[in-house]
């Protein structure tokens, strides 16, 4: 028998119903057993959080003699639900379970000999480069490999999720085939592939574990994201173009097939695409995630075992706290708005002195606004510095921490200052007083640089809020019974996002799974977008306005900050035609993309900040809402098009 009447054999038996059935039997039962094991070993000892919680007091004795709730309790209290919270088996869980699920779909498509030999490959690639100055590239041909083949995996499972009769399910599969096809879509799934593998070897091991943490979850969703946007938008409008230029849609649109399915069925094509590169960036992205975080913190021989035998390390306590969580952040209420008479009487004062030099000075209403706005952020700088000598402390109110008190949930305060150019040598004293008269401890507070201090509940009032004291300097009791400050050399300031109070509502698991639907609707939308483009555009003005339109969608929050300040008129004060429409215009597109640009999805999953259901439905409801209503422009163009005699240029 020849070598390849052997490898006809071993096809022919990859493809038969019983191999099948046999394979897919074997690795359910393994993959139950492993999965079996890791969520048995899913839990940590609280053995000694328990007994430490009980032998803590409920009160302490401050330094000036007051009992004030137990902060060590507290504190002793969130690491428990951290603990609890971990779940140290759930990587091997879930790495199980997506393996078994990928080598399941490559069994049922007749590849179960195929695969598993490629994988073999792969990794005695990565032993070969293992150890010597190749290390790094191998562990990038490795990751670039496995994610290439769960990728075609996925696109072939798809294909047969199409495989029916329909106009609208051939067009999507065709879309699919195209993408391996198409220079320009192999072109962007190579370098996502490339970057996504590359990405863990960049990482500094001599960080703290939070740091790398916070920048491979911030990069690897963040990359992958504009990775996938740009093809969407590239491939989405070479997918109409081309056929257009290359009269391949005469063979389409001369058979029983509508423009409404037409255009369906290429967005569909589109919008499968990136959610099979979002599902296999997502699954890497996750377990690598759960990798980094099974690794040793700064201060631990092993993970979650401090070395110097303390409950936990702060590295730790802030990974758990402040990244792999899904918390809810609550900054302080200014006591003032930009509506109160003071600034519209700031304003004017401020106008009556520019006329005395410039008599005819008579601003627009956007300038106004402008000028308006600088004399509120300049209020808003004054109230955030805290001067030690005049003001000495600054009270500052959250509210909306209602849910907090009514679940018992522990708070994390993050804080920052500001001072001296925030050299690295320089410490502040700070104290802090709360409005039942409890004052923590004073803390030595390095500059420039984010400190965590833990709260109970007790601190939230029957309103839901907390009204805080920040002093700066230490503060001490007197012989009278009163307290006096002692000051810090300078004022610090406290950065507009430096000061708030949140509290945990999960994990970040499911975050992030919330996080990467939104992403996907996003680039629904940017697929749609690019279809529409393109039913009246060729292939470079098609991908110029949806390309266009997206980064307006991303940077909507920003040009609704700065329209103030562009106004309505030139630089001699006199009306423009030219900056009047750019005006209106911008201002209503940013306005659409409202919703699209305050999801910020891939930063709430870097900073551990909760994106509700709530949010995620409002998002894909108003970004459901404009995808529709492109879609039923692109359909009115589409039918009115002369697709006989267009070019396509």
């Not at 022919?12 to 993959?31: R, T, W």
Request: net charge neutral; with cysteine.
């Amino acid at each position: 028998m020849t070598f390849r009447e052997r490898l006809a054999k071993l096809d022919h038996l990859q493809k038969g119903k019983l191999f099948k059935i046999i394979a897919s039997v074997l690795i359910a039962v393994f993959a139950a057993v492993l999965i079996g094991y890791g969520l048995l070993n899913n839990t940590t000892d609280n053995t000694q959080m328990t007994k430490l919680i009980n032998e803590l007091p409920a009160t302490v004795t401050n330094y000036v003699g007051e009992e004030i709730e137990n902060p060590q309790l507290a504190q002793t209290r969130q690491i428990q639900q951290l603990l609890n919270n971990a779940k140290p088996g759930m990587l091997l869980a879930v790495g199980t379970a997506v393996v078994s699920v990928m080598l399941i779909l490559v069994v049922w498509m007749g590849l179960g000999l195929v695969y598993p030999v490629l994988g073999a490959i792969a990794l005695g690639v990565y032993f070969l480069l293992r150890g010597g100055s190749f290390d790094v590239m191998g562990s990038i041909a490795v990751g670039m490999m496995i994610l290439t083949l769960s990728f075609m995996v996925l696109l072939r499972a798809a294909g047969l999720l199409f495989d029916f009769s329909h106009p609208v399910l051939a067009i999507a599969k065709n879309v699919l085939a195209e993408a391996i096809r198409m220079k320009i879509s192999l072109v962007f799934i190579v370098m996502l592939f490339f970057v996504l593998a590359a990405m863990p070897m960049l990482l500094n091991n001599e960080q703290a574990l939070r740091y790398r943490v916070q920048n491979f979850l911030q990069y690897a969703s963040g990359f992958t994201f504009l990775f996938v946007a740009m093809l969407v938008v590239f491939f989405g409008a070479a997918t109409v173009t081309y056929e257009q230029r290359e009269k391949v849609i005469w063979q389409t649109m001369t058979k029983p097939v509508a423009a409404w399915q037409y255009l369906l069925g290429k967005w569909l094509g589109v919008v499968a695409l990136a959610a099979i590169l979002l599902a296999v960036s997502a699954t890497g992205v996750f377990l690598f995630t759960e990798y980094l975080r099974n690794q040793p913190a700064v201060g631990e021989i092993e993970s979650y075992q401090s070395a110097d035998g303390s409950s936990i390390t702060e590295d730790r306590l802030i990974l758990e706290t402040q990244v792999l969580t899904s918390r809810v952040s609550v900054p302080p209420t200014l006591p003032f708005s930009i509506n109160d008479p003071a600034f519209e009487q700031a304003l004017e004062s401020r106008i009556r002195r520019e006329q005395l030099t410039n008599p005819g000075y008579n601003p627009n209403p956007a300038e106004r606004m402008a000028k308006k706005q600088t004399i509120y952020q300049e209020e808003i700088s004054q109230y955030l510095s805290i001067d030690p000598n005049t003001e000495q402390y600054e009270e500052f109110v959250f509210r909306g921490l209602g849910a907090a008190k009514r679940m018992n949930l522990p708070l994390t305060m993050r804080y920052k200052i500001n001072a001296e150019g925030n050299r690295p040598d320089m410490f502040y004293i700070l104290s802090f007083g709360f409005d039942d008269g409890t004052i923590l401890p004073p803390r030595r507070t390095g500059l420039g640089f984010s400190h965590t201090m833990t709260l109970s509940p007790e601190f939230i009032n029957s309103n839901g809020e907390i009204r805080l004291q920040i002093f700066n300097g230490q503060l001490l009791a007197t012989d009278d019974g009163n307290f006096e400050v002692q000051a810090n050399m300078n004022t610090f300031t406290i950065p507009p996002d430096g000061l708030e109070i949140s509290y945990s509502v999960g994990g970040y698991r499911a975050n992030f799974v919330r996080v990467f639907i939104v992403l996907w609707v996003k680039l629904a939308m940017l697929a749609m977008l690019a279809v529409w483009a393109s039913t009246f555009a060729s292939f470079p003005v098609a991908c110029l306005i949806a390309g266009g339109l997206f980064f307006i969608g991303e940077i909507a929050g920003f040009v609704q900050g700065a329209l103030p300040g562009w106004g309505k008129t030139n630089a001699d004060g006199d009306p423009s035609m030219y900056r009047t429409m750019i005006y209106y215009f911008a201002d209503w597109i940013s306005s659409v993309f409202g919703v699209y640009n305050e999801l910020k999805p891939t930063s709430r999953l870097a900073e551990g900040k909760m994106l509700s259901w709530a949010n995620v439905s409002k998002g894909v409801l108003t970004l459901g809402v404009i995808s529709s209503l492109f879609y039923l422009a692109g359909i009115a163009i589409f039918r009115r098009r002369q697709l006989a005699i267009y070019s396509g240029q």
